[in-house]
């Protein structure tokens, strides 16, 4: 059984935060930062660790998962594998960044 390796400090999730221009011209700009304060966007949300996402896509590459882009927590073991000595049997769920964190703990 193929074993893989992570730091568990990467079984976690990261923040991301994005600013952006919500008009198109200057006078649109003006009146919006007049009228409200601001004429910019934001948006936060979180994503898998960098290096988890490594592990995961190649774990997907390899054929040991089948990895789920639509939806957190989706992806399912294909072929049997061990990560930092847990075991994954074929049909079993392989969470997220920062949901593995306790299966790995436990």
Not at 19 to 40: H, N, V
Request: with cysteine.
């Amino acid at each position: 059984m193929k074993q893989f390796t992570i730091d568990i400090n990467y079984c976690t999730s990261v923040n991301k935060h994005e600013t952006f221009d919500l008009y198109k011209t200057e006078e649109e700009r003006l009146i919006a930062r007049l009228r409200y304060g601001t004429d910019k966007g934001s948006r936060t949300w979180s994503e898998d660790h960098p290096e988890f996402t490594k592990l995961r896509e190649q774990l997907g590459t390899e054929g040991y998962i089948e990895i789920q882009r639509s939806w957190w927590n989706g992806d399912r073991v294909l072929n049997p594998f061990k990560l930092n000595d847990k075991k994954f049997k074929k049909g079993d769920q392989f969470p997220s960044g920062a949901a593995i964190k306790w299966t790995l703990e436990h």
